[in-house]
C-alpha cells in the first residue's frame, strides 16, 4: 500500500522559515516524480512545486519562486520543501504528491498518489 505522509508543518511569524518532509512508500521511489501541492481555506488546491525522478529538474509556481526550494533524497524516501520569508498568504495545508508523468506535473489530475497534508499556518 502506497502511503506518502507529510511531516514539519506548524505555526511561523512572517518571514520565517519551515522545512516540509514527506516520507513516500513507494515500491521504486526514483520512479516518480514529486510534486507539493497546497490548499488555503476556502480555495481550491494549487500547485506549488515538483521535482523529477532522480532531482534534474524542478518547477515552481510563480508565487513561491524564489522562496520555496524542492528537493529530494531518493536514498531516504523522501521528499523535501524548504520554505522562507514565509509570508501570511501561505498559509494552507501543504501537500505531497507523487506522478509518473512529468507533463502533468503542476495538475491536480496528473499526480498518481497523495498524502493527506500537514498545516502550515504563517502570522502577520
Known amino acids: 500500500q502506497v502511503q506518502l505522509v507529510e511531516t514539519g508543518g506548524g505555526l511561523v511569524q512572517a518571514g520565517g522559515s519551515l522545512r516540509l518532509s514527506c516520507a513516500a512508500s513507494?515500491?521504486?521511489?526514483?520512479?516518480?516524480?514529486m510534486g507539493w501541492f497546497r490548499q488555503a481555506p476556502g480555495k481550491e488546491r494549487e500547485f506549488a512545486a515538483a521535482?523529477?525522478?532522480?532531482?534534474?529538474?524542478?518547477l515552481y509556481a510563480d508565487s513561491v519562486k524564489g522562496r520555496f526550494t524542492i528537493s529530494r533524497d531518493n536514498a531516504k524516501n523522501t521528499v523535501y520543501l524548504q520554505m522562507n520569508s514565509l509570508k501570511p498568504e501561505d498559509t494552507a495545508v501543504y501537500y505531497c504528491?507523487?506522478?509518473?508523468?512529468?507533463?502533468?506535473?503542476?495538475?491536480?489530475?496528473?499526480?498518481?498518489?497523495w498524502g493527506k497534508g500537514t498545516l502550515v499556518t504563517v502570522s502577520s
Open positions: 521535482i523529477r525522478r532522480r532531482g534534474g529538474g524542478t
Open positions: 504528491a507523487a506522478s509518473t508523468e512529468w507533463g502533468l506535473i503542476w495538475s491536480i489530475n496528473g499526480m498518481d498518489y
Open positions: 513507494l515500491r521504486i521511489f526514483s520512479t516518480y516524480n
